[in-house]
């Protein structure tokens, strides 16, 4: 005969195992932690970008003395026929380089952000309208410079050395990879990192404030600053770097572009055009009022950028 079981006897259901911790990278970050994080990684870039110029640049400087040694044994013979170059090599290795590192870092943070804007939810117009308020700042910041005297800092000797390669390294070098790495550096990663864990008029006028600073000139950075500020207002409307890549490679273009220009002109064209330049000053309070058309523009026909605050409750 079976044993008899009572039916409602229910024996007692085994407790659960106690979960394991979670691996760290996989735990939840302090807020302290959070914000450390992202303005580290907001300050890193820049930093990068700078001492990978010096060690470009000392690294070329060692190649030519060893170099030099060898084929005319004096260095210093050597190194005044090729001064100007190395400049403009090292910047360019060092552009490259940390071009190809920032894209990298840049399209792994642009997973965790909001969907940036194509062209055409950008619009050609606004595009256009980007190139012009670029072009009137570009106006207004020659106009005021040209109260001050351009030797200050070695203001001089910066544009020597940038003016020193041939045209199309110039083109090359300053009108396309510097914008491309100093806009994914400053606005790609820097702007992102800030927006993360301060309000953005806050992570706009910081970001541009190191742009101007890692210039290491006064009259450099200046114009880097208030070039920063735009810059980084459209990348943050417009949830993308593209435009701004834009209007970086048009704004150094076009400066190359106008100081090939006026190397062509004769010497009395030149004289004449600089002796009139006060005249020009009277021109600043509507080029002020220009500029606020395609900001005007822009600001309301871009779609309002969603809060990147994305500070942990605990």
Not at 152 to 172: A, C, H, K, N, P
Not at 213 to 226: D, E, R, T
Request: charged share 10%; hydrophobic share 50%.
């Amino acid at each position: 005969m079976a044993d008899y079981r009572d039916p409602w006897d229910i024996p007692p259901m085994p407790m659960p195992a106690p979960a394991a911790d979670p691996p760290p990278a996989l735990r939840p970050k302090s807020r302290g932690a959070f914000v450390a994080g992202n303005l580290f990684g907001g300050l890193l870039p820049p930093a990068i970008y700078f001492v990978a110029q010096v060690i470009v640049l000392v690294i070329i400087q060692v190649a030519v003395y060893i170099a030099s040694t060898v084929l005319s044994g004096t260095y210093s013979a050597f190194w005044d026929g090729v001064e100007e170059s190395i400049v403009m090599l090292s910047m360019g290795v060092s552009a490259l380089l940390c071009s190809i590192l920032f894209y990298a870092a840049y399209r792994s943070l642009r997973k965790t952000q909001p969907p940036p804007l194509s062209f055409s939810e950008f619009g050609f117009v606004n595009v256009f309208l980007s190139f012009v308020a670029i072009m009137v700042l570009w106006y207004l910041i020659v106009t005021v410079l040209s109260f001050f005297p351009t030797d200050i800092g070695g203001y001089d000797e910066v544009v020597q050395s940038l003016e020193s390669g041939s045209t199309w390294q110039r083109f090359l070098i300053i009108g396309l990879l510097a914008p491309l790495v100093e806009e994914l550096c400053f606005r790609g990663l820097t702007l992102n990192r800030f927006l993360r864990v301060m309000p953005p008029v806050g992570a706009i006028f910081i970001q541009a404030a190191l742009f101007g600073l890692i210039h290491l000139n006064a009259v450099q950075g200046s114009y880097a600053f208030l070039l920063g500020l735009f810059l980084g207002w459209l990348t943050y409307r417009s949830r993308a770097v593209w435009p701004s890549v834009l209007c970086h490679v048009f704004f150094n273009a076009g400066n190359i572009a106008l100081s090939l220009y006026a190397e062509t002109l004769p010497a009395e064209v030149t004289q004449t055009t600089e002796s009139g330049g006060d005249r020009l000053v009277m021109l600043i309070i509507p080029c002020c009022i220009l500029i606020l058309i395609p900001l005007f523009r822009l600001n309301r026909t871009l779609p309002k950028s969603e809060s990147r605050l994305r500070l942990p409750l605990a």
